[in-house]
């Protein structure tokens, strides 16, 4: 996901193209602009001194399809904030101050696909939070204050492709149902264990990051189902050794028990490891 490049744009202003894009950037805003043009198909509005988005914020811009606000200080969106942006797929808040996030602040985004909100203050999040994003692919909720992760928290979001927890706080996590997901970043968290069944909803994962956390130990059939991973990232942690039996045998029986072409990252582990060498340790 790539906003349009800055390049040539020229700072303090703001700037109509001909692809439709408006932006007032860095200009010290602390309240929303009331003369964006109807007919824009992106607004950007990063490097401000926003505080909150207030309900029906952009009713009438029913062409956009991307909003930018990284790098303010919004700390609140207002219920029902986007009504009217049925078409947006694009959404950043990053570097932002938000602390919880609601089901509320995202009514009316029927079409979104790609929702960042890294580098907030976020430590909680409503429950089925974002049930009502019925095309949501990707999640960005990275370099934030979250301390768990729980089945309710991303229930309803059958339609999820990438999720992006790396680099919180998270000791304990619990995923529902992600029927579609295929990459998962969980890394730089404080997980000292992951519980049987942890990942037994995600079938289709093929990239699972776990790396830099405190895991000591990995229970037998941990990874079973998980029959497309190609990449398994588990460098930085404490684990002594690597059980056999991490996969289910029966879901690889023509690649002694595990995939046949997985990578996996063992690097600044203390590791013995029992698997076959088909099974890469990295470099």
Not at 3 to 26: I, K, N, P
Not at 125 to 151: A, G, I, M, Q, W
Not at 177 to 198: A, E, F, K, Q, V
């Amino acid at each position: 996901m790539c906003l349009v490049s800055l390049a040539g744009l020229g700072c303090g202003r703001h700037e109509f193209t001909q692809d439709g894009y408006w932006f007032m950037t860095y200009e010290g805003l602390t309240e929303l602009p009331d003369n964006i043009t109807t007919t824009v198909t992106g607004v950007y509005l990063f490097g401000n001194r926003l505080t909150s988005i207030p309900t029906h914020a952009f009713f009438n811009l029913s062409q956009c399809l991307e909003l930018s606000f990284s790098m303010n200080w919004i700390s609140d969106i207002q219920a029902g904030a986007f009504i009217g942006l049925a078409k947006v797929e694009n959404i950043t808040f990053d570097r932002n101050e938000l602390v919880s996030i609601r089901a509320d602040m995202w009514q009316g985004l029927f079409g979104l696909k790609n929702l960042v909100l890294s580098d907030n203050e976020i430590s909680t999040v409503e429950p089925y939070c974002f049930r009502l994003l019925s095309k949501h692919e990707v999640l960005d909720l990275r370099n934030n204050k979250l301390v768990t992760v729980t089945t309710e928290m991303l229930g309803g979001m059958g339609s999820l492709r990438k999720l992006f927890l790396n680099n919180n706080r998270i000791s304990s996590v619990s995923f529902p149902h992600l029927g579609r997901l295929i990459y998962l970043d969980i890394s730089h968290n404080n997980l000292d264990m992951i519980i049987p069944g942890t990942f037994d909803g995600l079938p289709s994962l093929k990239e699972l990051h776990v790396g830099a956390n405190l895991i000591s130990d990995l229970q037998p059939k941990i990874f079973r189902n998980m029959t497309h991973l190609s990449h398994l990232d588990l460098w930085g942690n404490e684990l002594a050794t690597i059980r056999s039996d991490i996969f289910n045998a029966d879901d690889f029986p023509d690649s002694q028990g595990h995939p046949a072409h997985l990578f996996m990252d063992l690097n600044g582990n203390p590791i013995f490891c029992h698997l076959s060498l088909l099974v890469a340790k990295g470099n």
